[in-house]
């Protein structure tokens, strides 16, 4: 029997049937195992019915994708075969509930093993134990060890009742034993876990938690699909530290109660997607020109409108730079795994202070949901900047018979920031153009000075703000680099080694700051490479027409021929495979080669 590095299994039913706990359960598992994992999500955005499924890729090394190819296929329904049944390989294994007869598709070259989950459950207690029935029988399959899968399982239903949790490990078991006398002996296992402890979670675990670290303590926010469960943490955590979370009754109400304890002195965040960033413009323009400090999260799904809630996708990227009415300068972050999640939430706090400006972290819903493993969390990486906040003794000194210079006009733009309370501080914060003092002035030279100032404080290189703009991996000149953001970096980085084993010389650049772009980081990347792929997943190729005016346009300025550039684009509410971005850069590379 050999061992595999390598495998993944899925569960398949309708919304409501226990698909998500069912998965959670195993993920944890293989988690306590020592194994490294990424989960997969895919769900209606109904409450109940509709098709939903979740897939675990589980190995010995760090896995940052999912993939086209399926193991095991655990179907609670004939749909769920019906719509994963082409994701199996040869030798893999379909394990469908007996109850529903199911029909396996001509051409599945996967082995279909009926059990009766339902009966099973039902023998021993209650048919809705059917889930973990099928944990049972796919721990005989991949070869994990019953007793890992007991544990969790009690510990999650016997906090019902002992009797609760005893039931289902007989569930469980009676799953093991089934496989056990029904299936041949495998041929192949999973090569045994490390049984290092690391932390599994989601792209919105780690904002919570980055939040927390930054001395974030106010959150107000309205529930929106794929961000709510950051509000949901931040309820649980911030009242621990003295904190306090809002439920608003929309977004408009969130932004503004975030920017008024940010103008009173408190780290706030709020956390949204994209029908609430387009609520939220407005007054996101109003932090802007009276220079208060928030944080807010976008968890881009499917759009416009309503759009597809429970989707995938990256199209907010031109909402987020240009939204706001008027000359803004903006901060936007575009982390890519949970782990970078986590430390560039706690570094936009201290973004927000510095520069008196909202500060956006742009998430995704498949790094906001799908769940990941994490080496672990140095909080002591985290470093509180507080900017240019002044003590009473400071604003006493610079205190003017007429009032505080809130807005004083700087060599940096950043001006001296006082707050409520403090003696001899007071000053005016409006929405209207004010001059240095916050009184409304409409004076032209005013209007001059105060825009070019609010412009002016925010560098125009990531490198000035002591970020990271962009990461590279791969050959010194490649022939072609791909190029993306946020969750895109698993699949793009995996269609790198793909194509890289069949002999093509290829980078991978990963943007980390849209805003401010790092240009002058892509054109040293660009003049090196023969050809760009840009791979996102948005309709119209939202990063590759910034890249392309600002990139290309900073090239033609320094002479430096700009490489051809391609777009690749999927919208279609999933992620991208590793084999579909590896398959349209081999077509542009063979196109270029026959020209």
């Given at each position: 029997?050999?061992?595999?590095?390598?495998?993944?299994?899925?569960?398949?039913?309708?919304?409501?049937?226990?698909?998500?706990?069912?998965?959670?359960?195993?993920?944890?598992?293989?988690?306590?195992?020592?194994?490294?994992?990424?989960?997969?999500?895919?769900?209606?955005?109904?409450?109940?019915?509709?098709?939903?499924?979740?897939?675990?890729?589980?190995?010995?090394?760090?896995?940052?994708?999912?993939?086209?190819?399926?193991?095991?296929?655990?179907?609670?329904?004939?749909?769920?075969?019906?719509?994963?049944?082409?994701?199996?390989?040869?030798?893999?294994?379909?394990?469908?509930?007996?109850?529903?007869?199911?029909?396996l598709p001509e051409g599945c070259p996967a082995r279909l093993l009926l059990v009766p989950l339902t009966q099973i459950a039902q023998e021993v207690g209650n048919?809705?134990?059917?889930?973990?029935?099928?944990?049972?029988?796919?721990?005989?399959?991949?070869?994990?060890?019953?007793?890992?899968?007991?544990?969790?399982?009690?510990?999650?239903?016997?906090?019902?009742?002992?009797?609760?949790?005893?039931?289902?490990?007989?569930?469980?078991?009676?799953?093991?034993?089934?496989?056990?006398?029904?299936?041949?002996?495998?041929?192949?296992?999973?090569?045994?876990?490390?049984?290092?402890?690391?932390?599994?979670?989601?792209?919105?675990?780690?904002?919570?938690?980055?939040?927390?670290?930054?001395?974030?303590?106010?959150?107000?926010?309205?529930?929106?699909?794929?961000?709510?469960?950051?509000?949901?943490?931040?309820?649980t955590l911030l009242p621990r530290y003295g904190g306090v979370v809002v439920q608003a009754e929309d977004e408009i109400a969130a932004i503004t109660a975030c920017?008024?304890?940010?103008?009173?002195?408190?780290?706030?965040?709020?956390?949204?997607?994209?029908?609430?960033?387009?609520?939220?413009?407005?007054?996101?323009?109003?932090?802007?020109?009276?220079?208060?400090?928030?944080?807010?999260?976008?968890?881009?799904?499917?759009?416009?409108?309503?759009?597809?809630?429970?989707?995938?996708?990256?199209?907010?990227?031109?909402?987020?730079?240009?939204?706001?009415?008027?000359?803004?300068?903006?901060?936007?972050?575009?982390?890519?795994?949970?782990?970078?999640?986590?430390?560039?939430t706690a570094e936009a706090f201290n973004l927000a202070d510095k520069y008196q400006c909202p500060v956006v972290v742009a998430t995704d819903l498949s790094l906001?949901?799908?769940?990941?493993?994490?080496?672990?969390?140095?909080?002591?990486?985290?470093?509180?900047?507080?900017?240019?906040?002044?003590?009473?003794?400071?604003?006493?000194?610079?205190?003017?018979?007429?009032?505080?210079?809130?807005?004083?006009?700087?060599?940096?733009?950043?001006?001296?920031?006082?707050?409520?309370?403090?003696?001899?501080?007071?000053?005016?914060?409006?929405?209207?153009?004010?001059?240095?003092?916050?009184?409304?002035?409409?004076?032209?030279?005013?209007?001059?000075?105060?825009?070019?100032?609010?412009?002016?404080?925010?560098?125009?290189?990531?490198?000035?703000?002591?970020?990271?703009?962009?990461?590279?991996?791969?050959?010194?000149?490649?022939?072609?680099?791909?190029?993306?953001?946020?969750?895109?970096?698993?699949?793009?980085?995996?269609?790198?080694?793909?194509?890289?084993?069949?002999?093509?010389?290829?980078?991978?650049?990963?943007?980390?700051?849209?805003?401010?772009?790092?240009?002058?980081?892509?054109?040293?990347?660009?003049?090196?490479?023969?050809?760009?792929?840009?791979?996102?997943?948005?309709?119209?190729?939202?990063?590759?027409?910034?890249?392309?005016?600002?990139?290309?346009?900073?090239?033609?300025?320094?002479?430096?021929?700009?490489?051809?550039?391609?777009?690749?684009?999927?919208?279609?509410?999933?992620?991208?495979?590793?084999?579909?971005?590896?398959?349209?850069?081999?077509?542009?590379?063979?196109?270029?080669?026959?020209?």
């Amino acid at each position: 029997m050999r061992e595999r590095r390598l495998a993944s299994w899925k569960i398949g039913g309708e919304q409501g049937q226990g698909i998500d706990s069912t998965g959670e359960l195993l993920a944890i598992v293989c988690n306590r195992l020592g194994y490294y994992i990424y989960g997969y999500r895919h769900f209606s955005s109904r409450i109940k019915g509709g098709h939903s499924n979740y897939k675990i890729m589980i190995g010995t090394e760090p896995v940052a994708s999912t993939s086209s190819e399926l193991d095991v296929l655990v179907a609670i329904d004939q749909e769920t075969i019906d719509r994963n049944h082409k994701e199996l390989v040869e030798g893999g294994i379909l394990v469908a509930d007996a109850h529903f007869e199911p029909v396996l598709p001509e051409g599945c070259p996967a082995r279909l093993l009926l059990v009766p989950l339902t009966q099973i459950a039902q023998e021993v207690g209650n048919p809705l134990m059917r889930n973990v029935v099928s944990l049972g029988v796919s721990a005989y399959i991949l070869g994990l060890p019953l007793d890992a899968f007991k544990d969790v399982v009690l510990e999650r239903f016997g906090k019902k009742s002992a009797e609760v949790g005893q039931q289902n490990v007989a569930a469980l078991e009676k799953g093991y034993e089934y496989a056990q006398q029904h299936l041949p002996e495998p041929t192949w296992r999973l090569a045994p876990g490390d049984g290092k402890n690391r932390l599994i979670m989601m792209g919105n675990d780690a904002v919570a938690l980055g939040a927390l670290a930054a001395g974030c303590r106010f959150c107000a926010a309205y529930p929106i699909t794929p961000a709510s469960e950051i509000m949901e943490s931040l309820m649980t955590l911030l009242p621990r530290y003295g904190g306090v979370v809002v439920q608003a009754e929309d977004e408009i109400a969130a932004i503004t109660a975030c920017i008024g304890a940010g103008f009173a002195g408190a780290r706030a965040i709020t956390a949204t997607s994209g029908p609430g960033i387009s609520l939220m413009q407005e007054a996101i323009g109003l932090a802007h020109v009276a220079e208060i400090p928030v944080v807010i999260v976008d968890t881009q799904r499917g759009g416009p409108s309503t759009g597809m809630p429970t989707k995938h996708e990256q199209s907010d990227v031109w909402a987020l730079l240009y939204g706001t009415h008027g000359d803004t300068p903006r901060i936007v972050l575009a982390p890519s795994t949970v782990e970078e999640t986590f430390y560039m939430t706690a570094e936009a706090f201290n973004l927000a202070d510095k520069y008196q400006c909202p500060v956006v972290v742009a998430t995704d819903l498949s790094l906001a949901l799908n769940k990941q493993t994490v080496e672990g969390l140095d909080i002591k990486r985290i470093k509180i900047d507080r900017g240019a906040l002044l003590s009473d003794e400071e604003i006493a000194a610079q205190a003017e018979p007429d009032g505080f210079r809130r807005y004083r006009v700087t060599e940096s733009g950043i001006s001296p920031r006082p707050l409520p309370g403090q003696p001899k501080g007071q000053y005016l914060a409006t929405g209207v153009e004010h001059n240095e003092f916050g009184k409304v002035s409409e004076d032209p030279k005013n209007r001059v000075a105060m825009m070019n100032k609010r412009l002016r404080k925010v560098p125009a290189d990531p490198g000035a703000m002591g970020l990271e703009g962009v990461t590279y991996t791969g050959p010194e000149s490649p022939d072609v680099l791909l190029v993306g953001f946020g969750s895109t970096v698993g699949p793009i980085g995996d269609a790198r080694k793909l194509l890289a084993a069949e002999g093509y010389r290829v980078g991978h650049a990963h943007v980390k700051v849209l805003a401010p772009l790092p240009v002058r980081e892509l054109v040293e990347l660009f003049a090196r490479a023969k050809q760009v792929i840009v791979a996102e997943n948005n309709a119209q190729g939202q990063l590759f027409a910034l890249i392309e005016q600002r990139v290309g346009k900073a090239m033609r300025e320094q002479g430096l021929a700009v490489p051809a550039m391609h777009s690749v684009l999927k919208y279609d509410g999933n992620p991208f495979l590793p084999k579909e971005i590896a398959a349209q850069a081999k077509e542009v590379t063979s196109y270029a080669q026959a020209g």
